[in-house]
């Protein structure tokens, strides 16, 4: 069995034995487009053997059991054997404005300086060929939130498309989320050798209570100054944030503390945004009052210790079945810097081995994550009318173990699934002369 | 023997020999001979002998006799004692009275800033700033008397004083607190010498560790003996010198935990030295360990307040270790006794003195006696410093320092009057010398005759009108002068004011003004006693208390577990051997082995029956890097740090350990961190959690050392380094330099060694050569001794690190990471060295540019031994997963996949005739899986080390459970202690200690470009 894994992963190399630099982006392909045969997952919960997806200029046209291939013109792929996946969602990166952290500083776009930064935008910045897109594509993901950090509010993301020849053609959403980070309320935990903190604990919870009053005070600046129709100084940091208002925009606010998921409560009740958590550690603790405020929440990892050493050593593995059983719209991301983000699907996998259903899990790195970035009308399901933004696997997705991507669909484009890795691989297997 | 001391004491002072000093006076001589004597006193001469209705006499500062039957000498003061305890005023072995404060001036190692590389220290002094051997306090000491009464004022007489700084802290002198000009004072100039782990004001770099220090006070062991020899080359050298002239004191170090209190304690072992131990507080959490080190310990009693913890998201972050130590600290003093362990008490952490006798009842309330109470404030600190005949007991002949108080010193009611120091009173509270306790009648002499009030005297600063109503009074009485303020009635606005004084016969007189403003003249006198009541320690005591586990802290077990006969029925079994995979198997645990492998295993008698259907067994995952369960990782003040050892500073108390026992994992190899070339000493443990540090140490395993090449060791994101070296050819010359130091080295001390002179027996090298243990580490590896692990990357730097180790004759054992691995399979082949790598790593520094996750899948097929790693101690709880994904990328076997994680570390680590597999006769050490390993829903069920379980997922559920009920039990004992009034402490977060190859660096952001 792997070595059929084995082989059908070097015929894909074989296909597109190039340098990097020529692993290029599909041409759009006009006409009809069928994936037959194959068990589609459709992103839902819903999973349909043997079926047939009609896929007509990009967009999905049907899916079903009963649909008959015509002959002519068409492109048939058969997915006989195989899964069949929505593309990926990775929700919230810093892909393609953060190459070489640390060691190259001038590879770095992600922070910019200042603390309200509402009117800057990470998808102008944004590197399409960047060398980590291709590996994440080649692991099924399709689509990625790029993500402005720094500062109090950090600006504007958007999400892209991972098959483009620019920042413009990857552009998938422009502009769609809002990003505030929360300041803390607790000391941070010291490791053993640190300095201890010198504020006391007080002190910080009614600085973030000040920080926090700043914030809003910006915010309601903004719905004044967003009132008049004409202005006799334009302001560009309170002109950002007009989509906020007129719900073009979510507010994703980055909190993993429940006071801070408190005061993103507070500023559904106040201003009316739409609210996102990111990062939401500790949300289980409060997932029925999440639920009741129609908050949505991007856990940033599975693959985390416990925040405390008394905690459950799974905590961060059961999350997601909190929110899922008390009814939390919620997407997973990954943020795991060595790895680069191209362990999503196992991201769910864990989710999945710990509560939830599979099904449930992919929702929650397809259905949920488009949802949540407001993206679901065209993306993010197996499902009439949305882009064909398919991903094929040998098996289970969310599992390593049967994990093999063969092809994956962009708008209907079948897109190269080589990278760097697969070149070097290659180039090595043949200076050993391994087969 | 007494008697004769006695009676050459009683000729000496009373024969009147007259004190000469040198000190000029500026008038007229006043020399007095302080003579007192202190009659029907309950005297206290130690904690095993009480006089009753005795006589203390004094004269200069000297006890000259005590006993029932001592005639008043006519030149004595008398001192009626009635009803009152003479007590021998207490010694503080840890003080650092009368030292100037050291100054601090930041220092320490990090990755962005620039080095210190020597010492700041000016003068013909040793190499490093952090060994100050010469500091002598009774050069530094400075009497200063308010800072004396505090420690007076809670009945110390005598301390040992030394400045708090540095590694090596020069010596301590014995002083007592008396007001007296510094030469009166000291009792012993050089009493003791000091050592700590703490580096203190140093600036230098070196030690930035634990395990830095550890090593630095190893090698100024070596090197003070090597100085004995008057090496040339050292010249004079006034830090060796010193602390060679040190040695014969009583030596005292600085540990303050109790793992630190055992490290301390070895490095003694080393070098026939038996320190006397600071301690921490928490020993009673070890005690077993603490007996065993045979050392005698000052104990602080600096117990934890309790926090607030209300607000339940504070309350989160104190964790259970913290919890239990709030509520069991005070029986730390009773642990010791109860293990018979030599114990001084000492107030040195408290930051207000005024809660050491406090605190002391408090020990006792928790079962120490007050018999060993006083011996540890008395007699113990003077025997342990040689003085016991000058201080700790009333007997003649020592210094007249003694306490009187009302009653036995560590009652609750009790007052301590005086604390006399060299036979010179000094006040403590003496306002109820005179007791005043008692009911007293009151008469107010005014114009319109008297009028009668029932005073109830609490004590100096309490007292209650009793008439027709009870109403406080304000009272204050100093011992002479005697104020009252009181209503009348309950009714009455104005208050009657009196001020008088209290007659030796207890009368007390006096003037003052009823309520209308008219001025009166006063009496008062007493009437009958009143009861005592009862001391409230006895009140508060059955509540139940946190119990002692193995670890201390959560998911500890109440009983270390132990070894089981365990049968395996019908299991996939997992073998890492030639068998494969097995469908279908038994396999038999006993006495820690795995005895038998095969079909149908039955009628094993006492054996625990686990039925496995469904279920894989596998050998225990094994780490081939690793950084937790240690409280350093990077000694990275230098390039080479070859004499530094993980194994000195494990920490068993680590959380990580149980939960990656969750993961399957069984054996770890705890490496140094990669801030330098030649970084240390590694350690192989296994994870017994609950073991001390010793108990988790891999037991006969050939020992590792860490290497360490590129980015990291060059300090690439620091914009200001100064250590050599800064690019990839200075790291070859660091390699190649230290190993031509290392052959030098040897040579050296063969020459030394070769036998000469007529008896023609071979010398000790180590007389003309120094030995040096960074040194030393690098001989091991050349004779095959020891083995390396090298942190690596790029193919350049990888096939010049095993030119370097080819041209000095050995083998790099472990390329470690080597995420470029793939590029030079084929030499790492021919080298003849293992690898161990991430599965699926890359694009988080400029070194991984070309990581690739095929790496593992190729220099697999090179025939390279491969394992996968961690390195990180959440991703250890997955590796399974991890080792899965070779299958993904590069189609490697599930089988050899799974070797990967298990025979494959363990060949690399020299243990595979151990571990690693499921082999008759092979420790058991295994993994019950709930599905297919390499399976992302794969959990593991039972963990199992030298067959005892160790995690067991349903003893999981039920520990969650217990740590729920603790926690909130100590949390409602917390939040009712705030709501009873007693002043609670701010919250503060539990510390807790997750390191990284790079540890305790803030920036995440780069923090994650480390690895």
Known sequence: MTKIYFLLAILSFALFAQAQDDVYPAKEYKGLLFITNGTVHVGNGQVTDNATIEINNGKIVRVGTNIAVPQGDVKVFDAKGKQVYPGLILPQSDLGLKEISGSVRGSNDYRELGDLNPNIRSIVAYNAASSMINVLKANGILLAGTVPQGGTISGSSSVVQLDAWNWEDAAYATDNGMHINLPSFAAPRRSGAAPPTPAQPEDIAQKTLEKIEEIKNFFREARAYLQEATHAATNLKLEAVKGLFDKTQKLFVHAGQVKQMLVAIDFVKEFEFDVVIVGGEESWQIAPLLKENNIAVILNAEHNLPSTEDEDFDQPFKTPAVLQNAGVLFALNDDASNARYRNLAFNAGTAAAYGLSKEEALSAITLNAAEILGIAGKTGSIEAGKDANIVISEGDILDMRTSIITHAFIQGREVNLASKQTQLYERYMRKYGFK | ?1011
């Open chain 2, 1 to 1011: 023997m007494k008697k004769l001391i006695f009676s050459w004491f009683c000729c000496a002072v009373m024969s009147g020999v007259y004190a000469q000093q040198t000190f000029p006076v500026n008038g007229v001589a006043d020399e007095r001979s302080g003579t007192y004597i202190f009659t029907h006193a309950t005297i206290v001469k130690d904690a095993q002998t009480t006089l009753q209705n005795a006589s203390l006499l004094i004269q200069k500062g000297k006890i000259i006799a005590v006993g029932n039957d001592i005639a008043v000498p006519k030149d004595a003061i008398v001192v009626d004692c009635k009803g009152k305890y003479i007590i021998p005023s207490f010694i503080d072995l840890y003080s650092d009275y009368g030292i100037p404060a050291p100054r601090r001036s930041g220092g320490g190692f990090s990755y962005s800033a620039p080095a210190q590389l020597t010492s700041n220290t000016k003068g013909a002094y040793g190499w490093n700033q952090a060994i100050k051997a010469d500091a002598d306090a009774a050069a530094l000491f400075e009497a200063d008397n308010d800072k004396a009464k505090n420690f007076r004022d809670i009945g110390f007489g005598t301390v040992l004083t030394h400045r708090k700084d540095g590694i090596a802290r020069g010596t301590g002198t014995l002083v007592t607190l008396a007001d007296k000009k510094e030469n009166l004072v000291i009792v012993k100039e050089k009493a003791s010498a000091h050592y700590s782990f703490s580096k203190g004001t140093s600036t230098q770099s070196y030690p930035t560790s634990l395990m830095g220090a550890i090593a630095l006070l190893r090698q100024s062991y070596l090197d003070a003996a090597w100085y004995k020899s008057n090496p040339t080359a050292e010249g004079v050298n006034l830090s060796l010198q010193a602390w060679n002239n040190n040695q014969q004191l009583p030596q005292v170090f600085d540990a303050g935990d109790k793992w630190a209190d055992i490290r301390a304690d070895r490095i003694g072992d080393e070098f026939g030295v038996q320190y006397i131990i600071k301690g921490g507080g928490n020993e009673y959490q070890r005690i077993k360990e603490i007996a065993a080190t045979k050392a005698a310990f000052i104990l602080p009693v600096n117990y934890p307040h309790a926090m607030d913890v209300e607000d339940p998201d504070n309350a989160r972050l104190v964790s259970l270790n913290d919890l239990k130590h709030w509520e069991m600290a005070p029986v730390n003093a009773a642990a010791f006794e109860k293990a018979g362990i030599i114990f001084c008490l000492t107030p040195a952490d408290l930051n207000d003195p005024k809660q050491f006798l406090p605190n002391i009842r408090k020990a006792i309330d928790n079962g120490l006696s007050e018999q060993k109470a006083l011996e540890a404030l008395t007699k113990t600190p003077a025997t342990l410093l040689g003085v016991y005949d000058k201080v700790g007991s009333i007997e003649a002949g020592k210094l007249a320092n003694f306490l009187i108080a009302s009653g036995p010193i560590f009652k609750e009611q009790s007052i301590v009057y005086q604390n006399w120091v060299q036979g010179e009173k000094y006040t403590v509270q003496d306002a109820e010398w005179n007791d005043i306790k008692g009911i007293y009648t009151l008469v107010l002499h005014s114009g319109k005759g008297d009028i009668n009030y029932t005073i109830d005297v609490k004590n100096a600063r309490a007292a209650n009108i009793i008439n027709t109503d009870t109403l406080p009074v304000k009272f204050s009485f100093n011992g002479k002068l005697v104020s009252l303020g009181f209503k009348p009635n309950k009714k009455s606005k104005s208050v009657i004011r009196l001020s008088g004084v209290v007659n030796d016969d207890s009368s007390w007189k006096g003037n003052g003004a009823d309520a209308d403003g008219n001025s009166l003249l006063w009496t008062a006198l007493f009437s009958k006693t009143t009861t005592i009541k009862p001391d409230t320690a006895a009140v508060q005591q059955d509540l139940p208390m946190a119990k002692i586990t193995y670890p201390f802290g959560s998911y500890g077990w109440d009983e270390l577990p132990k070894q089981e006969t365990l049968l395996f029925k019908s299991a996939a079994v997992w073998t890492s051997e030639a068998e494969g995979n097995l469908e279908n198997t038994d396999v038999l645990v006993k006495d820690g082995k795995i005895v038998r492998i095969g079909k149908n295993i039955s009628n094993v008698s006492g054996a625990k029956i686990i039925d496995a259907t469904g279920k894989y067994l596998t050998a225990g995952i094994i780490d081939e890097h690793s950084h937790i369960a240690t409280v350093s990782i990077n000694e990275g003040a230098q390039s080479v740090t070859s004499e530094v050892r993980i194994g000195d500073n494990l920490n068993p108390d680590d959380i990580n350990i149980y939960r990656q026992l969750a993961g399957g994992v069984t054996a770890s190899h705890i490496l140094h961190g990669s801030a330098n070339t030649i970084g240390g000493q590694t350690q192989l443990i296994k994870l017994r959690w609950g073991a001390d540090d010793e108990g988790l140490k891999f037991k006969n395993a050939d020992p590792f050392i860490k290497f360490a090449l590129g980015e990291n060791v060059k300090r690439t994101t620091s914009p200001a380094n100064n250590r050599f070296p800064d690019t990839r050819m200075g790291v070859e010359q660091v390699l190649t330099d230290a190993f031509q130091r290392a052959v030098d080295y040897e040579n050296a001390l063969k020459k030394a060694s070769v036998a000469t002179g007529k008896k023609k027996q071979a010398a000790n090298p180590f007389a003309a050569v120094r030995r040096d243990l960074e040194l030393d580490a690098l001989v091991e590896i050349m004779h095959k001794k020891r083995f390396i692990t090298c942190h690596s990357y790029v193919q350049s730097e990888i096939t010049y690190t095993m030119r370097v180790a080819e041209k000095f004759g050995f083998r790099i054992n472990t390329f470690t990471h080597i995420l470029e691995g793939y590029k030079v399979a084929d030499k790492m082949k021919a080298h003849g060295a293992n690898v161990s790598t991430f599965a699926d790593w890359f694009g988080y520094k400029m070194e991984v540019a070309d990581a690739i996750a095929y790496n593992a899948a190729i220099m697999q097929k090179m025939g390279l031994n491969v394992c996968i790693n961690s390195d990180d101690a959440e991703m250890a709880r997955r590796l399974n997963q991890e080792a899965a994904k070779t299958v993904k990328y590069g189609g490697v076997t599930e089988e050899e996949a799974w070797k990967m994680v298990t025979i494959n570390p363990a060949k690399a680590l020299h243990v595979d005739d151990r571990t690693g597999s499921i082999k008759t006769g092979k420790d058991a050490d295994l993994v019950l899986w709930s599905n297919n390993p390499l399976s992302i829903y794969a959990k593991p069920e039972k963990t199992i080390v030298d067959g005892t379980v160790y995690f067991d997922l349903e003893h999981d559920l039920q520990l969650r459970r217990t740590i729920a009920e603790e926690r909130n039990r100590i949390i409602q004992k917390m939040t009712a202690e705030k709501k009873s009034g007693t002043p609670v402490a701010a919250f503060k977060p539990s510390t807790y200690i997750t390191l990284s190859c790079r540890d305790d660096h803030g920036d995440e952001d780069e923090q994650n470009n480390m690895q």
